[in-house]
């Protein structure tokens, strides 16, 4: 398995999105990363919000060469709940892993148009 479970979604506008993750333990990416503590490596977050912006919001994935912004700021494991928004400003794709008042990663990636 590679994606979450997705609990909900919700289309805010056509432009943006969000989404509540059930990250399941038998996510592929878990494995070898790390023995005994596994966490959701960052590629993996840049490449499911890739994904779901292509899902849902119709963006051509493959424009989004360039990290402009990250941040991690809290490890993301297994069987956690978290949001995904996600909004697409612009040549700009923009997004937030979060729960409540927990913010797990940032970030902005830009188009090469």
Same mark, same amino acid.
């Given at each position: 398995? *590679?994606?979450?479970? &997705?609990?909900? /979604?919700? *289309?805010?506008?056509?432009?943006?999105?969000?989404?509540?993750?059930? %990250?399941?333990? @038998? %996510? %592929?990416?878990? @494995?070898? =990363?790390?023995?005994?503590?596994?966490?959701?490596?960052?590629?993996? /977050?840049?490449?499911?919000?890739? =994904?779901?912006?292509?899902?849902?919001?119709?963006?051509? *994935?493959?424009?989004?060469?360039? %990290?402009?912004?990250?941040?991690?700021?809290?490890? &993301?494991?297994?069987?956690?709940?978290?949001?995904?928004?996600? @909004?697409?400003?612009?040549?700009?794709?923009?997004? !937030?892993?979060?729960?409540?008042?927990?913010?797990?990663?940032?970030? !902005?990636?830009?188009?090469?148009?």
């Amino acid at each position: 398995m *590679k994606y979450p479970f &997705i609990l909900s /979604q919700e *289309k805010l506008t056509d432009l943006s999105l969000l989404l509540e993750l059930k %990250i399941l333990p @038998e %996510i %592929i990416y878990f @494995e070898g =990363h790390f023995e005994g503590m596994p966490v959701l490596a960052g590629v993996v /977050q840049i490449g499911w919000v890739l =994904h779901y912006a292509a899902l849902f919001l119709e963006v051509d *994935k493959s424009k989004f060469q360039q %990290i402009v912004q990250m941040k991690f700021t809290q490890v &993301i494991r297994p069987d956690m709940v978290v949001s995904l928004s996600i @909004e697409l400003k612009g040549d700009a794709l923009t997004f !937030k892993y979060f729960s409540g008042d927990v913010v797990y990663a940032v970030g !902005k990636l830009k188009s090469s148009k």
